[in-house]
């Protein structure tokens, strides 16, 4: 049989629903209808298109691993007539994980006119993953066997399994996500299969979350990928949402296809289900897409991302109306703005619950907002609960023979404060969420969750935290985008945005004498992604030696000298270690408590910066600096 | 030099500190202080007995690694004289991990009279873990380089890492905790160690938590391993608690060291600070230990487990003083009962938070226990509150332009359940024990936080949820257990053990009408058992399928046939559709912001057992065998 020059091929970047095979295959064999009407030759669909990627410990069920299973077989009967690549979990049933539990690999399929065909000389009808993501969200080795421990076991060389797939429509390298994304690893399994000069085309199907900046960077790699190997390289990526309980990822899709140039083809948007259908040339070396220039994620990505993760996250809960409490401030209002982009006006409630301590200032501008967003408002006070709280423990008198001279006790101003604070979430939005029939949200920002600069049970609680992964200096950002381009408009007063930060909880925090929250921005900002994002991790020993040398100012890129805010090294430290110690103490007790995170950069709070409670540690070194500085 | 015809070991069951490598460090200078005046010759610590084990990703702070390595090198000169074995982490400064970052290894190093002395062959001066668990709550392949891939990376057999450490004092079999635990995995470490018949003496030094009966398998695994090895084995676990934020964890130590015969010498007790010193025959093959009865775990262990764990976890949360709503219920008693056991009288105040809906005969219990553990008490009504919140909330009318007919909130007789709920929580609980000077407990079982029945920011809250990881059952036995033999003499009111379980929130729910929860024990404890602590996890499929073949009873280990609960199939799966959507649905919401549960059994909430949010999925395969019974 004569081979065409051209191998129609089409990727689908569908929406995957994790946990739902029935779903995902039921529109994946539409799909493949689809393809054959268009006289498709293959088809590509992301990494486990089936079961979906981050399903926490589902993994260890066995009836979803069957229903995964058969639907898998339902895709390779669906496919006759063309080339139907996907990925699902595989099963061995007659071997064991190294946790004794049945042995499932993270697989490519090729289903080629009715039947599964592997790499020549697997043993298995399927692609395995070599390399396996163990850092970040990624818990890959938890519950898949992969590529390395199955040479290991069988005693035979790695190579014997990277070896092309002979499909009917062309000779195909077929790897999963990570596999392209070797130069940390003792592998390159792309190195391995490109000894193979009778691959045609090369496929990565991957599961890979929307992280700002990263598809720049995945762009450089594979695209020299696919120069470097001299054939197109098919790049499918998913889009929807999943989690890890904790911490909520968006999927862009961003799917694309690389010519042997490693210029690219690109599906339409991402965020989007989408096809990419296009005639890939059999010649190797054949250039078939324009050359194009970098694109570097703006705030405009980051409000994309947000705004589908809220959308998604939503409908996943079945939530679809939300109360949101107003303070007159930046959080509060970048989150009304946000949920407005994605509700009906009416489908939303702004609160505002003032107490003795809030500015008739910060009053209206709640008001406004609302007024604005043409979304309804309320405004419910909290000083008689707060009041009665009051009354009801301050001054308690505690009696009994293990007490002999009794105990009175006293609710402080700083206890008080957060008496408010959860008055206004634990009570009223809660209760008044459930009377709208919704949920409400954590308007939390991440420089406050890291040193958790809120209160559990009171500006804490929520059903998300939107914002919950944006530093404070991103948030006015967003908010000045929001209004600027988002709505063209200024949805959120400028009033919100230029007021002083500030819970105003006590006399000493009142906006209209600029009285704000005790963070300095944006160092602040700063310090503390310098703790929390970097890849390695700066901790008080390595910004105490930047402080030494005097290179503080350029590795944390701040705009201003560390002296203009703190003229003592004195105040320096005592501030380091008053957050470092907030970071990892309470900051870490109220996470643990927190609401899941919308995760849009390289490093969310929960499952992907995983944490122990241990309280603040010091090293020597730190001590030892400290002691030269102040001595 | 000839040998002595025993060696003299001791083995240091010791408190580790996770995150504390000084304080570690320091413990064990002075125990190798005391060893050289005790004339020992081999001195063993446990895995990680310098940084800890459970640190999340403080291992990625390389200020933490460089102080590990640091504190490393101050054991390897105090070694003088002696030969000491202890875990750290290994670092190679001049490699990667595959994630990207500085190599680290799991590993065990030997200190030898001032010399550190790797395995024969190894190009490294420390043994390497070889096998990484990789399930419940460990991570250890997300950190540390094991060895399969080290003989990977350097393409050389992994016997050549597995040899014998040639120390003064003995020819070491040395490995790392999972090291023994190999049948699931392709590599046996001391299969391939005992082709040396020159080892005089195996080491397995540990980081492994207690869990319910597992030291009981261990027993069985390890004394098999040092019959087969006919070579003495010693087993070096530590104390302390250690997290991973969500889910706490007591290390036992109940280290021991086996003779060639697998019979062991134990330290003392479990669950403190010990060292066993013992003169090891360095004839291979000789007996030293007597033959014992095995010991399954009971109540007993259970209860020094939680009391362990809950005396630490205060201590390293810096909490002095406890707040206990009690509600004249089981759960919060037997909560009381234990914290009583670790804190004095006068540190402990129980609460009762009475509405409409509470009972005299559960009122009068809650002060009875105060009065029978002598710990001071107080009565804080509800009323007001929650009729202010209705007064506020309910009659509300919405109004706005995009809401032209205007909007009227009601607030139901069930959100007003949780509105109680979260009254005496989030307002009460929390600002007395602000003004108390400490924390509240939570009070939730582990058949409660399984399908989310309790109330977000209400009974849900607090510092610490010390029996969520018990069914329901578990703390009935524990209750009594209480009673009987800890106490010796009736702390829990009898009535708080006979009186139906109930939240007390509504006119449904009148205990003296014996009206209470919806969950019918023993059946929904087994249930839940199987759907959360079994290793292969049961599902609606599997249960339908047993149902169906007569053999749910002697699977879940029911003691009534399912048909005096439930007489007839569409009851039984309307019961079983209920629990299991709640579990995964509104059950795992409230778990995502649920305090941090103490770990007992095999699989406990949080980081051990790792969901992703999706809703309750169904198979194909159930929902087929669900309408077969149905039609």
Redo the contacts between chains.
Sequence with gaps: MKKDTHVKTRIVQFDV????P?INTDRMLKAIRDARTDGVALLVFPEMAIP?Y?????W?????L??CE?CGEEIRKASDGLTVVFGNVAMDWLK???????RKYNALFVADHGRFIGPEQSPYPFCIKA?M???RQF?D??HFFDL??LA??RDEAIDHFLTPVNASCAVLGCILCEDAWD?????SPLGRLSQHQDIELFINASASPFTFNKNHKRNRVFSAHARQLRRPLIYVNHTGI?????TVFTFDGASCVYDAHGHAVRCPSAFDSQVLTLDIPRAPDTAFAPPETPHHDGVDDLCDALCYGISRFLS???IHKVVIGASGGIDSAVVAALFRLVL???NL?LVNMPSRYNSATTRDLAADL?QRL?????S?PIE??VA??HR???G?R??????PAG?T????DF?LE??QA??R????L???A???VGGFTCNANKSELTVGYST???DL?G?LAPIGDLWKGDVYALARHLNATTYGREVIPEGSITVVPSAELSPQQDVDKGLGDPLIYPYHDRLFESWVEW???A????ILEWYIAGELEQRLHLPMPIKDIFPEAKAFIADLERWWNQYQGIG??K??????VLAVKRRAFG?D???????A?Y????LNLKAKLLN
Tied chains: 1, 2.
Excluded at 609 to 615: A, F, P, T, Y
């Design positions: 629903m994790p946990g739902r029935r979906g981050l399903l926490g410990d589902l260890e069920q066995q009836a979803f069957r229903q058969a064991r994980n190294e946790d004794g539990r049945v390399l993501p163990n850092y818990d080795s938890r390395r421990k290991f076991e130069p940390d690893y003792a592998l999943q989690n890890n309980g904790k996943s809960c079945g009906p006006p009416e409630l609302a043409d979304v309804p408002y309320v419910i008689d609960s009665l709280t009801q423990i301050d308690l505690l009696t009994c023979p293990s007490l105990l006790l006293r609710l402080s206890m957060n008496v959860r008055d979430s634990s009570r009223i809660a209760a008044l459930a009377a709208f559990l049970y009171g609680g059903f890849w390695n991790r901790t008080p020993e390595d870490l007790a996470r643990i408590q927190a609401p899941p499952f910066h995983r944490e122990s409670q241990m309280g540690g090293t020597d070194s730190y």
